[in-house]
């Protein structure tokens, strides 16, 4: 809401409904982008393509809960949450990445 509201666009996002579909849209879509730039450096980390995407996955996780959300006030840093809940996006980032991994090798063949 912070962040909707710094943007102008609180109003926007004026019920819980609206903003459970923004955040999963904007989740998304952040997902999409950082996939789409996995094809930019996937040759540079070392390994099978499943454990590279992997690797992208946890700098993923990496850069945004520890990185540019707490940076910019949009959530607590990874440290200070509860260890289960980042044990579950560490996992789910794994998964993201795995995947991407697999994907991407696939697609350049």
């Known amino acids: ?14 019920t819980e409904e609206k903003r459970e ?4 849209v904007s989740h998304f879509g952040y997902g999409a982008v950082t996939g789409a730039l996995y ?4 040759n ?5 393509p499943v454990a590279r995407g992997i ?8 850069g945004s809960y520890l990185g540019w959300l707490p940076l910019t006030g949009m959530r607590r840093s990874a440290i200070r ?9 560490i996992a789910s980032h794994v ?3 795995g995947a991407t991994g697999v994907v991407h090798d696939r697609l350049s063949r």
């Open 81 to 89: 949450q509860p260890p289960q809940r980042e044990a579950l996006m």
């Open 95 to 97: 998964v993201f990445g």
């Open 39 to 42: 094809g930019l450096v996937a």
């Open 44 to 48: 540079r980390f070392p390994g099978p």
């Open 1 to 14: 809401m912070r962040t909707a509201a710094s943007v102008g666009a609180h109003e926007a996002v004026d």
């Open 21 to 24: 579909s923004a955040t999963w």
């Open 55 to 62: 690797l992208w996955g946890l700098t993923v996780w990496a």
